[in-house]
């Protein structure tokens, strides 16, 4: 299921990330977009499902509020902040949680979707 708006990528995000469907979550990549992971740029989304792939053999759960979009609708494009909480679940309960806030920047398609240009799910502090 596409995003029909740039809040609703969110949403499709946290559900894919949380059903471990990595091919869903690269969906919601341009094909030359770019993810920071593990503080290093991971280029185009077959790049980025093979991140997402890895990552989700680890059993965590994600949640995820959307904090703010500012959006360009005559240049069809958004940036989003976030935050995310990702929590272990058995038989990794006992690892801690990690959270953050993220800052993504997402574009609208001719079809009328929106995609991920920019992720990146670890904002620096101020």
């Known amino acids: 299921m596409p995003a029909r708006t740039p809040a609703e990528i969110h949403t499709l995000v946290r559900d894919a990330f949380n059903a ?25 989304s077959r790049a980025i499902r093979a991140v997402f792939a890895g990552y989700l053999r680890t059993r965590v759960r994600m949640t995820l509020e959307t904090r703010s979009i500012v959006e360009n609708e005559a ?36 079809d009328g979707t929106w995609l991920f240009v920019v992720d990146l799910p670890y904002t620096p502090p101020q």
């Open 75 to 110: 240049e069809g494009l958004a940036v989003l902040h976030g935050t995310w909480t990702l929590e272990p679940v058995p038989p990794d309960a006992d690892a801690l949680a990690t959270q953050g806030l993220s800052t993504e920047v997402v574009r609208r398609q001719a």
């Open 20 to 44: 471990g469907d990595a091919g869903a979550l690269a969906a919601l990549y341009e094909p030359d977009a770019v993810l920071v992971f593990d503080g290093q740029p991971v280029h185009g």
